[in-house]
């Protein structure tokens, strides 16, 4: 089964093909990053017009790359939940038109199922159940993976997301946008114990994150450093900061895989390319003899490819929509 595949729920433009789920025919992305980098984040209205400008031209082209005529795609999937609303309509309005003029089911994705199913891509003999963590710049979830459409909600963020607590350290250092890559190239030189942030604890919800006190406590060391004229160890900073984020998420994670009895775990999401939180959860999973996924860089980020992928066993489950599906900003999994 053929699936031509569309994501474009904040920065990136993507269309795939995808076979079977598990096969990635192609998958072609277009990142508007230089777009939004002088702004220091993404501006919707921005991101959605840049959408309208390309998604057709890359639709075609993901089908000349492919070589998959269109008389041979079996089903057309899209992101139509969570992310920038102006953004995601514009990808599913364009995916209703071709699931439309092609005659061929329209399926809808859910963006978190579609981070999770990267590792699908990545590993072919993953198969749920298990636990992972997603980790994006919208997103922190500890997610029980029952089965390929089944998922729930064990653990997550009360305020920000890490993804946007990198972003926003990355601007107070004074790093290009997104900031994820810049303070993982930055902080390899860095003492991770030289500065003391902190690591937030919630009562009576032990698997629940907060972010925003760690963001908070980086802006007023800069800023404080910047009135009294002291010059910041921003490499030290940068990887004190990234030890913050890792001791935030590991040990969560561990814990609720020992309770819940599950000896898979897997990593997805943007935040998920970090060197630090990978080293970390491999010593972690090791230690425990847990067998680790975690997916190459290439599919941590936004792509269309695992849109695909989580189309596929979505169809096969019987889910599929009609041309009133709409967008949503917010939904649960």
């Given at each position: 089964?053929?699936?031509?595949?569309?994501?474009?729920?904040?920065?990136?433009?993507?269309?795939?093909?995808?076979?079977?789920?598990?096969?990635?025919?192609?998958d072609q992305i277009f990142s508007q990053a230089d777009l939004h980098a002088v702004y220091g984040g993404v501006v919707p209205e921005i991101a959605s017009r840049s959408h309208v400008e390309v998604i057709s031209r890359l639709a075609q082209r993901a089908l000349d790359v492919s070589g998959v005529s269109r008389d041979e795609?079996?089903?057309?999937?899209?992101?139509y939940a969570p992310g920038l609303i102006g953004t995601v309509l514009v990808g599913l309005n364009f995916a209703k038109a071709v699931a439309l003029s092609l005659d061929v089911p329209l399926i809808p994705v859910h963006h978190i199922k579609g981070h999770v199913?990267?590792?699908?891509?990545?590993y072919p003999e993953l198969e749920p159940p298990f636990l992972c963590l997603a980790i994006s710049g919208g997103n922190t979830l500890i997610i029980d993976v029952r089965?390929?459409?089944?998922?729930?909600?064990?653990?997550?963020?009360?305020?920000?997301?890490?993804?946007?607590?990198?972003d926003k350290t990355a601007r107070v250092l004074g790093l290009p946008y997104p900031g994820g890559k810049p303070i993982d190239m930055l902080s390899q030189g860095g003492d991770d114990k030289k500065y003391?942030?902190?690591?937030?604890?919630?009562?009576?919800?032990?698997?629940?994150m907060s972010f925003s006190g760690l963001k908070t406590a980086v802006?007023?060391?800069?800023?404080?450093?910047?009135?009294?004229?002291?010059?910041?160890?921003?490499?030290?900073?940068?990887?004190?900061?990234?030890a913050a984020v890792s001791d935030t998420l590991v040990p969560r994670t561990m814990m609720a895989a020992k309770e819940l009895g599950y000896k898979k775990?897997?990593?997805?999401?943007?935040?998920?390319?970090?060197?630090?939180?990978?080293?970390?959860?491999?010593?972690?999973?090791?230690?425990?003899?847990?067998?680790?996924?975690v997916p190459p860089l290439k599919l941590c980020g936004d792509n269309a490819a695992m849109i695909g992928c989580q189309g596929y066993f979505e169809y096969l489950a019987g889910n599929t929509a009609g041309s009133d599906l709409n967008a949503y900003a917010n939904m649960e999994l």
């Open positions: 089964m053929k699936i031509l595949a569309f994501e474009s729920s904040c920065d990136e433009t993507a269309v795939a093909v995808v076979e079977d789920g598990r096969k990635v025919i192609t795609i079996d089903a057309v999937a899209v992101t199913a990267a590792n699908y891509i990545a089965s390929y459409t089944e998922l729930k909600i064990i653990g997550a963020t009360r305020d920000d997301a890490a993804g946007e607590c990198f003391k942030l902190p690591r937030t604890n919630i009562d009576g919800a032990p698997y629940d802006i007023n060391l800069v800023h404080n450093a910047e009135q009294k004229g002291e010059e910041l160890d921003r490499a030290s900073l940068a990887a004190s900061f990234t775990i897997a990593i997805a999401g943007g935040v998920a390319a970090n060197s630090r939180i990978r080293a970390d959860f491999k010593a972690a999973a090791e230690k425990e003899g847990y067998e680790l996924y």
